[in-house]
């Protein structure tokens, strides 16, 4: 049983465009949503995160959009850069994290 | 701040050997956490450490894994003896508080033949 839903699974995306990948989840006692990115070779690092009685929270070209009664949430990245060329999860949380399957992201010139 | 570091980075073994990961990390972190991803599939939770106290192992798959924490300092991940399905990739992380903010290391990734 899959808690978490994470889509699409890959991402092609040019650059200066919008990115924007989507979770859907099941279990309304989470109560933290992180997003990771994971560059080959490296670990997820932790790259936003938000609680369920904010709708939107922003952190430079990076936003991720809630939506409580959906049981949905989405990361948004403006500007996609080369750079930004990675693997991103997202995960809920109820005591520990559940993720995403996780969506490669790639920016292209 | 070093951050959290694994060894080895890869394990290639055949089936039915033993094989121990190790996981430093961050000082001060009392939270250790760890996890797995075996190819495509989603990071899936395995164990959490409260200092050197087993707080959770619901995630852990069988009795062939065992995981330690002696002195709350670094852990261990044994599997013992390994099979084909435990090949994926080992994640440990830390952090201060539970479940948030947990900083991941590069990962083991173990091979079993």
């Known amino acids: 049983q899959q808690q978490v839903k994470q889509s699409p699974q890959s991402l092609i995306v040019q650059k200066g465009g919008i990115s924007i990948i989507n979770c859907a989840y099941e279990?309304?006692?989470?109560?933290?949503f992180p997003w990771y990115q994971q560059f080959p070779g490296k670990g997820p690092a932790l790259l936003i995160a938000?609680?369920?009685?904010?709708s939107e929270k922003k952190e430079g070209r990076f936003t991720i959009s809630f939506n409580k009664s959906a049981k949905q949430f989405s990361l948004h990245i403006m500007d996609s850069q080369p750079g930004d060329s990675a693997t991103y999860f997202c995960?809920?949380?109820?005591?520990?994290?559940?993720f995403g399957k996780g969506t490669k992201l790639s920016v292209i010139p | 701040e070093a951050g959290v570091t694994q060894f080895p980075s890869h394990s290639v073994i055949e089936k039915g050997q033993t094989v121990t990961l190790r996981c430093d990390p961050i000082?001060?972190?009392?939270?250790l956490y760890w996890y797995r991803r075996v190819m495509g599939k989603e990071i899936k939770f395995l164990l959490h450490?409260?200092?050197?106290?087993?707080?959770?192992e619901s995630g852990m798959p069988n009795n062939r894994f065992l995981a330690e924490r002696t002195g709350g300092t670094y852990s261990t991940l044994k599997v013992q003896p390994a099979e084909l399905e435990d090949s994926g990739v080992y994640f440990c992380?830390?952090?201060?508080?539970?479940?948030?903010?947990?900083?991941f290391g590069p990962g083991t990734r173990l091979t079993v033949l």
């Open positions: 450490f409260v200092k050197e106290s087993k707080q959770d």
């Open positions: 938000i609680r369920p009685d904010v």
């Open positions: 000082s001060g972190h009392d939270n």
């Open positions: 995960a809920a949380r109820l005591y520990q994290l559940t």
């Open positions: 992380a830390s952090s201060q508080e539970i479940g948030l903010r947990q900083f």
């Open positions: 279990n309304t006692a989470f109560d933290y």
